[in-house]
């Protein structure tokens, strides 16, 4: 009893001394080039910030149903064309196996899958949703894992002390696929594209970041806002 006291009163505390009212929401989608490009930076802003921000990740849902690209030599070629430019922008490695992923007829680019992935471990841990999505696209960019296959997210929450039994079970079920699409309608609204940095305080919600950002420029931007905040 005593030691289940102590530990409501430090929960309370850490309350206490977090400034709950600003949130930072960082929209992406786990087929995103750039969103990939960006995964340091916005992993490198929630440690540096999380002591005074909430931060949330929302799914964009980029490609999906028809929309979605089928691996061949146009897609190849698409991305032979713009991934060496987000790669040299951003230091984020593309590997020859994702090239090869591009030409393979039989893998369909859909966000759907990935994205429910992702949703799922906001329901079941929720504390590892933003190293989860990062390790998902390190899947797929650097090894080219296909990301409609369980075994690809198998590996990586056996990684991350997941129940693997409980994702098979729920991953494409059709509650965890509703609350996807859902989460995607939502983002709709918040945003025309990805990566997207959003900064919402006391109700009201501004545009951090319409696409890749810049670590250094945007941990300083959001210094001054804090010291901003303070002062008033």
């Known amino acids: 009893m005593v030691a289940l006291l102590l530990g409501q009163l430090q929960i309370c505390a850490q309350t206490t001394n977090k400034t709950t009212t600003m949130k930072i929401t960082y929209i992406m989608d786990p087929q995103c080039g750039w969103c ?8 490198a ?3 540096e910030f999380k002591d005074d921000f909430d931060f949330e990740l929302l799914l964009g849902g ?20 713009h991934a060496p430019r987000m790669a040299a922008t951003t230091g984020a ?12 007829s039989t893998y369909t680019f859909s966000s759907l899958e990935p994205s429910a992935a992702i949703q799922l471990i906001k329901e079941i841990s929720p504390d590892k949703v933003f190293p989860f ?9 650097t090894e080219g894992k296909r990301l409609d296959k369980k075994e690809t997210y198998f590996e990586i929450i056996k990684t ?3 129940d693997t039994v409980d ?34 305080t006391n109700g009201s919600t501004q545009t951090l970041a319409s696409g890749y950002f810049n670590k ?11 010291a901003t905040k303070i002062s008033k």
Do not use: C
Request: aromatic letters at 12%; proline letters at 2%.
């Open 36 to 43: 990939y490009g960006n995964s340091d930076n916005i992993t």
């Open 167 to 200: 994702f098979d079970r729920l991953w494409m079920a059709e509650d965890n696929i509703a609350k996807t699409r859902a989460e995607f309608a939502h983002a709709a609204k918040l945003a025309n594209g990805f990566p997207a940095l959003l900064l919402t």
């Open 160 to 162: 991350m002390s997941i």
């Open 93 to 104: 490695m593309v590997d020859s196996t994702y090239y090869a992923l591009a030409k393979d």
């Open 216 to 226: 250094a420029a945007m941990i300083h931007k959001l210094n001054q806002f804090k």
């Open 62 to 81: 980029m490609w999906l149903g028809g929309n979605a690209p089928v691996g061949g030599e146009g897609l190849s070629q698409f991305i032979q064309k």
């Open 45 to 47: 802003l929630k440690e």
């Open 133 to 141: 999505a990062k390790k998902v696209q390190q899947a797929l960019f």
